[in-house]
């Protein structure tokens, strides 16, 4: 088999959480609406109908190119991109092709890969249609949602790295708080283009356009899928066609929707209706500083305190790494297994993550268990108590109280209880056995001793009692 070199770029949309529309007052959230009730005659394009920018939108866009490490430009405009579509009422989509709001950047992967950003640009998204057998429905309540397009270069060249890029992107944007993020509802969307060339050649092979892909797994089984089946073109001495392609989660393939267009096809021109943005130096550095803590940040701020596999899994939800940050240092490590290892196994964990305990409750929790005051289970059981409602400002300790799961560990206390059960006559045989060197009864003792303390005992304490009371 030829060996080929996989080159992949990925333009990714993101809509904005802007309470209204990019140029209009409309309800930008239009989740559980009824369709095209979140509209207005501006959507529509109705003569005499003009555009007005929404600000916020440009601050969401600063942000975002902050997070992914690019340059800010002072001035940018918009331009008309000319094409038909059932779904998109203008005939026309105002975004900015010549000069970008973002310049060029990066975003760093986990791996210490970068990948290049060429730029980001601002632009108005179009409807929606849903499709039945033998007719297709219109639904114009996206349409001029805001949308910051990103631009990667072609720097990625396996399936994994674009996994890991897209994944990395969506962390970025959902940190920033630019975005809801909700990936199932298309809130972020990846074109993935993918060219193969023969290995050494300094020019880029045909590409193909996957589109609209929104999960992680999807794009790195689309790439996967394209580079076998353009192989297999290439080998067989044909070319590929560059076109755009739909993806099946199902079947696993892709299939040819149409040609791919080249941006003459869309006759740009700049949109006449709205002017350029002028922004100064020192509205750029005040937006800019709004940015909270990105994901590389945590990892820099508890690489010696979380193990990576358990920080990559936490790191998927800002909250619990916003709230880690509030976390007494030295607890850390405590309360992120136990978000890794209870909470995120919980059935309810999306709704949890809502409302979580405070750090003073987690503090107090985490403290508890490394003085031994409770036992791992007993720490479970009170950390999940601490998402009850009903307990709210009830405090860890209290709700360990309340519900006797405190350890005994004053020693003088546990030597006492030893000492009833080894009097015992049902554990004189179990001491006898132990004395000749069966070490694997010394559970069965200490379960009564457990037993015999209602379950307050410190078993590690007990344990350490018995040998050495054993072994006089």
């Known amino acids: 088999?030829?060996?080929?070199?996989?080159?992949?770029?990925?333009?990714?949309?993101?809509?904005?959480?802007?309470?209204?529309?990019?140029?209009?007052?409309?309800?930008?959230?239009?989740?559980?609406?009824?369709?095209?009730?979140?509209?207005?005659?501006?959507?529509?394009?109705?003569?005499?109908?003009?555009?007005?920018?929404?600000?916020?939108?440009?601050?969401?866009?600063?942000?975002?190119?902050?997070?992914?490490?690019?340059?800010?430009?002072?001035?940018?405009?918009?331009?008309?991109?000319?094409?038909?579509?059932?779904?998109?009422?203008?005939?026309?989509?105002?975004?900015?092709?010549?000069?970008?709001?973002?310049?060029?950047?990066?975003?760093?992967?986990?791996?210490?890969?970068?990948?290049?950003?060429?730029?980001?640009?601002?632009?108005?998204?179009?409807?929606?249609?849903?499709?039945?057998?033998?007719?297709?429905?219109?639904?114009?309540?996206?349409?001029?949602?805001?949308?910051?397009?990103?631009?990667?270069m072609p720097d990625i060249h396996s399936a994994k790295d674009a996994h890991d890029y897209c994944k990395e992107l969506w962390r970025l944007m959902c940190y920033a708080g630019?975005?809801?993020?909700?990936?199932?509802?298309?809130?972020?969307?990846?074109?993935?283009?993918?060219?193969?060339?023969?290995?050494?050649?300094?020019?880029?092979?045909?590409?193909?356009?996957?589109?609209?892909?929104?999960?992680?797994?999807?794009?790195?089984?689309?790439?996967?899928?394209?580079?076998?089946?353009?192989?297999?073109?290439?080998?067989?001495?044909?070319?590929?066609?560059?076109?755009?392609?739909?993806?099946?989660?199902?079947?696993?393939?892709?299939?040819?929707?149409?040609?791919?267009?080249?941006?003459?096809?869309?006759?740009?021109?700049?949109?006449?209706?709205?002017?350029?943005?002028h922004l100064s130096t020192e509205f750029i550095e005040t937006e800019s500083a709004k940015l909270p803590l990105m994901p590389s940040d945590y990892r820099e701020k508890f690489k010696s305190t979380i193990a990576e596999d358990i920080m990559e899994v936490l790191l998927d939800y800002p909250a619990l790494m916003q709230k880690l940050g509030e976390i007494d240092e030295k607890y850390v490590k405590n309360v992120s297994n136990l978000f890794a290892s209870v909470l995120l196994a919980e059935e309810k964990s999306a709704e949890y993550l809502n409302g979580l305990p405070s750090a003073k409750d987690l503090n107090e929790l985490a403290e508890m268990n490394e003085k031994k005051e409770l036992s791992s289970t007993a720490t479970k059981e009170v950390f999940l108590r601490l998402f009850d409602p009903q307990m709210k400002g009830h405090g860890a300790k209290n709700i360990a109280k309340e519900l006797g799961l405190i350890q005994e560990n004053d020693l003088g206390a546990l030597e006492k209880i030893v000492e009833t059960v080894l009097a015992k006559p049902e554990t004189k045989k179990a001491q006898e056995d132990f004395k000749a060197g069966q070490e694997k009864v010394l559970g069965f003792l200490v379960g009564q001793v457990m037993k015999e303390s209602h379950g307050k005992a410190n078993p590690s304490v007990v344990s350490e009692i018995l040998r050495h009371k054993l072994t006089k």
């Open 178 to 277: 630019v975005t809801y993020g909700d990936l199932y509802n298309g809130n972020m969307r990846f074109d993935v283009n993918t060219s193969l060339a023969p290995e050494g050649s300094k020019k880029l092979g045909t590409r193909t356009e996957v589109k609209n892909l929104n999960s992680f797994r999807s794009v790195e089984r689309a790439v996967e899928y394209e580079i076998k089946r353009q192989t297999k073109v290439l080998d067989s001495g044909e070319k590929v066609i560059q076109q755009t392609l739909g993806w099946s989660d199902a079947t696993g393939k892709t299939t040819p929707q149409r040609s791919k267009e080249v941006a003459a096809d869309y006759r740009y021109m700049p949109e006449p209706d709205l002017p350029p943005i």
């Open 1 to 152: 088999m030829s060996k080929y070199v996989p080159t992949i770029g990925i333009e990714c949309h993101v809509q904005l959480c802007t309470k209204t529309k990019l140029f209009s007052e409309v309800d930008n959230d239009a989740r559980g609406k009824e369709p095209n009730s979140c509209v207005s005659p501006v959507d529509y394009a109705l003569p005499g109908m003009l555009p007005r920018l929404n600000g916020e939108a440009i601050r969401f866009a600063i942000l975002a190119g902050r997070a992914m490490n690019c340059e800010i430009n002072a001035f940018s405009r918009f331009d008309r991109k000319h094409y038909f579509y059932p779904d998109s009422p203008k005939g026309y989509q105002i975004t900015q092709f010549y000069q970008p709001i973002i310049g060029a950047g990066y975003v760093e992967l986990p791996s210490g890969t970068k990948i290049r950003i060429e730029h980001a640009h601002l632009e108005g998204d179009a409807g929606k249609l849903t499709h039945f057998d033998g007719y297709s429905l219109v639904d114009l309540n996206r349409v001029d949602t805001p949308l910051i397009e990103i631009v990667s």
